[in-house]
């Protein structure tokens, strides 16, 4: 491949990775709104996930399961999972959100989804 070639690919996939960067923090924003969280926490590093344990109804401290190998892994499907069923949504939802979240969460944060409160019941602390 020659260098021009080169170059056009990877600015062209800059572009599109950014368009899908942008389109996924908007439907976080949207859905941390929809669960009354503030929106701009989707743009937060760490904090971003504190907020997000907060809608799924887990305990904050789980931030720090996060933070240990396979079991963080097991943690994102746990918390993602409760995500879904926060908003009135399946597992199989929750499952698609972990592995697929450029698509889900632009369905869960624009579409006709509405949060239900965390699958554990107990109130949002802010």
């Known amino acids: 491949m020659d260098q021009g070639a080169g170059g ?16 996924v923090i908007a439907s976080m924003w949207k859905a941390f709104s929809k669960a009354g969280q503030p929106g701009w926490a989707a743009i937060v590093p760490i904090y971003n996930l504190v907020v997000l344990l ?18 963080g892994l097991v943690m994102c499907f746990i918390v993602f999972i409760s995500l879904a069923k926060s908003f009135g949504k399946g ?27 965390p699958l554990s019941g107990a109130p949002i602390r802010a």
């Open 54 to 71: 907060k809608i799924a109804g887990k305990p904050v401290w789980w931030l720090i399961l996060f933070l240990i190998p396979f079991v």
């Open 91 to 117: 597992a199989g939802f929750g499952v698609g959100l972990a592995l697929l979240g450029f698509i889900f969460f632009p369905i869960l944060g624009f579409g006709d989804a509405r949060y239900q409160g």
């Open 8 to 23: 056009l690919f990877s600015g062209v996939f800059s572009i599109v990775l950014l368009a899908v960067m942008v389109i």
